[in-house]
Structure formats: C-alpha cells, structure tokens
T-cell receptor
Framework: AQSVAQPEDQVNVAEGNPLTVKCTYS??????LFWYVQYPNRGLQFLLK??????LVKGSYGFEAEFNKSQTSFHLKKPSALVSDSALYFC??????????????FGKGTKLSVIP | GAVVSQHPSRVICKSGTSVKIECRSL??????MFWYRQFPKKSLMLMAT?????????EQGVEKDKFLINHASLTLSTLTVTSAHPEDSSFYIC???????????FGPGTRLLVL
C-alpha cells in the first residue's frame, strides 16, 4: 500500500520569503513523486516530479523539490514566494513496483497563503 | 503540451436526469485516463480508471451502473452520471496519463449541481 502525508493544512509566508510545503510518503517499491497545484474551481496543474536521478528536481514557476530517501520526504520549495503562489498544493506518489497500476495516491493538500 | 480539456465546465441538472462529462487529451494520446471526485476543501477521490478499448476499473464503493465510463478513443473518455441525485453534486476532475506513462495531466474540472 502507498500513502502520502502532508502534515500542514495551511502554510502562511510573507511575499519574498522562502516557502516550504512538506510531504512524506510510504511505498513498497521505488517511488514516483509528484507535486500539483490547484487554484480555486480549477483542475490540478503539474509542477514537478521525481522519477529517478538527481534528488533536487526543478519544476514550473520557480518551484523545486528535494527527494530524500532516508527521510521518505519530498518537500516543495521556492526561494522567494509570490502572492500569485497562493493556492492548494497536493503531493502525490505512485509505486513503481511493476504491477502495472498507474494510480496516484494524493496527500490531503496544503493551502499556501502568501501575504503581501 | 500535455493539455487536457473537460466539457462542460459547469452543469446544473434536475434530479433523475443523466449528465455526460467529456475529457479530452488535446495534444497527446492517452490509453489510460482517470476520473476523480473532489469534495469542498478535500483531496481527490479516485472513482475509476478508464482504459481505451476496455472496461473501466472502478474503485471500491463507486457504483459502476451509476457512473458510466466510456473510453472509445485514445483522446476521449466520458463519464455519465445516470439518474443524478443531489448527493452527486460535486467537482469532477479527469486526468490523462502522458505518453511516457509517468505523469497524469489533469483537466480543469466540471462542477455538477443536481437540484
């Protein structure tokens, strides 16, 4: 079974400050890890993913995430937050155990508010 | 690239009627698509996995006769909510699996309100 934990329901950060949205995961095989962002009444937009290779992954809109296997974490980061980054962020995981299922397991989401 | 559309974006219907929602991958082919339901301020709940040319796989607790899924082509999957009731009111989101079979790309969602 696979699971994702986003321990913070809400994160508040001042504009221009660095932001971090936390995510930890559990899978039985190798993880495929994803971050998505959702604006109100919209679908999810893909930000970045970790499949293999460098632990630091860079994605859209200046976001990056670091895969930490020992801590089973995949925290989302941005050096300087913008007000327009305010949205709901979802971490998701898939287990690449070769079973052929491409289903994602999502965290409950973290609401990011960037304060002007 | 990797754009997924949904139609309609919003629909209001009367109780007992059926509603069809379309999900299209606009610039890539998708053998696998997914249908999710999202309640207010909640995460996504996977309803079913739609595979082109075969029957959909439904998650436990999802009524396959109520939520009909058809994936007739490599770019189109449809979800039909049959005999809709007010409790079916929700935000329905589809996604399509990219051609590398790695990333799911999501549609903009359909807001369904059943009166």
């Amino acid at each position: 079974a696979q699971s994702v934990a986003q321990p913070e329901d809400q994160v508040n950060v001042a504009e221009g400050n660095p932001l971090t949205v936390k995510c930890t995961y559990s899978v039985s095989g190798n993880p495929y890890l994803f971050w998505y962002v959702q604006y109100p009444n919209r679908g999810l937009q893909f930000l970045l993913k970790y499949i293999t290779g460098d632990n630091l992954v860079k994605g859209s809109y200046g976001f990056e995430a670091e895969f930490n296997k020992s801590q089973t974490s995949f925290h989302l980061k941005k050096p300087s937050a913008l007000v327009s980054d305010s949205a709901l962020y979802f971490c998701a995981v898939r287990d690449d155990s070769g079973a052929g299922s491409y289903q994602l397991t999502f965290g409950k989401g973290t609401k990011l508010s960037v304060i002007p | 690239g990797a754009v997924v559309s949904q139609h309609p974006s919003r629909v209001i219907c009367k109780s007992g009627t059926s509603v069809k929602i379309e999900c299209r991958s606009l610039d890539f082919q998708a053998t696998t698509m997914f249908w999710y339901r999202q309640f207010p301020k909640k995460s996504l709940m996977l309803m079913a996995t739609s595979n082109e040319g075969s029957k959909a796989t439904y998650e436990q607790g999802v009524e396959k006769d109520k939520f009909l899924i058809n994936h007739a082509s490599l770019t189109l999957s449809t979800l039909t909510v049959t005999s809709a009731h007010p409790e079916d009111s929700s935000f329905y989101i589809c996604s399509a699996l990219g051609q590398l079979q790695e990333t799911q790309y999501f549609g903009p969602g359909t807001r369904l309100l059943v009166l």
